[in-house]
DNA sequence: TTTTTATCGTCGTTACATCA
DNA sequence: GTGATGTAACGACGATAAAA
């Protein structure tokens, strides 16, 4: 029983070696997805004389040294480390390339974790912005009551005085349209308790 | 100038070692 | 024994420079 990656490395080398069969076997595939070649399983060290070796801690601490000082590896020092630590030039060049990915790995967490940290300080900022709007909207339904009464008030008071009516419409939209604050930010950002009493907004 | 070849890098993956 | 994790090693593929 063939498993479906020896068919794939037999389909990968009937390709490559008898083109004009393989597209007869497989024909019309209007996108061939080339697969990837698998990599063959490595032997045990018993039948092979191979073991994957863990690098000793003395290496290690020479490459880190050496991956401090730069983070690429240039041919000439590849084969100078590669024979200060007994290992073959293709080792290190390999351990370079896992080291450089490695930093690349941290380095992407900790951008993501400060992005994370900014992120959730604006939302907590936006979050109390939210609540200013709410609270500047209060005083705002406030101040409107007030202006109301005073202005019943004078009415009562001095109906014969055109000058001294205050009529409520001259007030119309933008200011009066269900208090939205858009735009108005910045008109009534004032800091907490800071109200503004009575007809005293209408001074500024 | 274009094509081929060699080399090196990154990326994604696999296989093995080690540990809880 | 087993699953999770770390890491050495590999293959595919792209970029680039030098040679043909």
């Keep these: 029983m063939k498993t479906q990656t020896q068919v794939d490395d037999q389909l990968v080398l009937l390709s490559q070696y008898y083109p004009a069969i393989y597209d007869q076997l497989i024909p019309e595939q209007v996108e061939v997805v080339k697969p990837r070649r698998r990599r063959r399983k490595i032997k045990s060290e018993s039948s092979t004389g191979f073991k994957k070796r863990k690098l000793s801690d003395e290496q290690v601490s020479l ?30 060049a390999v351990w370079f390339q896992n080291r450089r990915a490695r930093w690349k790995n941290k380095q992407l967490e900790q951008e993501y974790s400060k992005l994370k940290t900014d992120h959730d300080s604006t939302l907590l900022e936006k979050c109390r912005l939210e609540t200013e709007v709410l609270k500047l909207k209060e005083q705002l339904s406030e101040a409107e009551k007030e202006i109301n009464r005073l202005a019943e008030r004078l009415d009562g008071t001095s109906s014969t005085s055109p000058s001294s009516s205050f009529s409520m419409e001259a007030m119309e939209p933008p200011f009066f349209d269900g208090f939205g604050m858009e735009g108005l930010e910045n008109v009534f950002c004032v800091q907490d308790n800071n109200y503004i009493h009575g007809f005293d907004w209408l001074n500024i």
């Design 63 to 92: 490459l880190e040294q050496n991956f401090g000082d730069e983070h690429k590896l240039e041919s000439e020092r590849k084969d100078k480390l590669a024979s200060e630590l007994g290992l073959d030039p293709r080792q290190v």
